[in-house]
Nanobody
Framework: QVQLVESGGGLVQPGGSLRLSCEAS????????MSWYFQAPGKERELVAT????????NYADSVKGRFTISRDNAKNTVYLQMNSLKPEDTALYYC???????????WGKGTLVTVSS
């Protein structure tokens, strides 16, 4: 059974930083790219960042480039999202995602809430 458990969300002032973590179980973690998505209130879920299975390649949404960094520790089955220079528009539920093969099933965590407000 695949499980993704996010943590690290909270309330932060504009310009502040947070580090999200997502621990995976039930998969051979090092085989899969991992992604972070966010969903702002009343909006659709959007891709934030993706990291390859080895960590050697990353991609980011234009809105977070230069501010967010995705990384992973395959020994700990954990993917991270370091968020710096946070803005109020970054306020959202942040979800960890993996798409397994060959099933093609997308797995999601329950999300962790990030609120950026003064």
């Amino acid at each position: 059974q695949v499980q993704l458990v996010e943590s690290g969300g909270g309330l932060v002032q504009p310009g502040g930083s947070l580090r999200l973590s997502c621990e995976a179980s039930g998969i051979t973690f090092s085989n899969y790219p991992m992604s972070w998505y966010f969903q702002a209130p009343g909006k659709e879920r959007e891709l934030v960042a993706t990291i390859s299975s080895t960590g050697g390649s990353t991609n980011y949404a234009d809105s977070v480039k230069g501010r967010f960094t995705i990384s992973r520790d395959n020994a700990k089955n954990t993917v991270y999202l370091q968020m710096n220079s946070l803005k109020p528009e970054d306020t959202a539920l942040y979800y960890c995602n993996v798409r397994t093969v060959p099933s093609g099933i997308n797995y999601w965590g329950k999300g962790t809430l990030v609120t950026v407000s003064s």
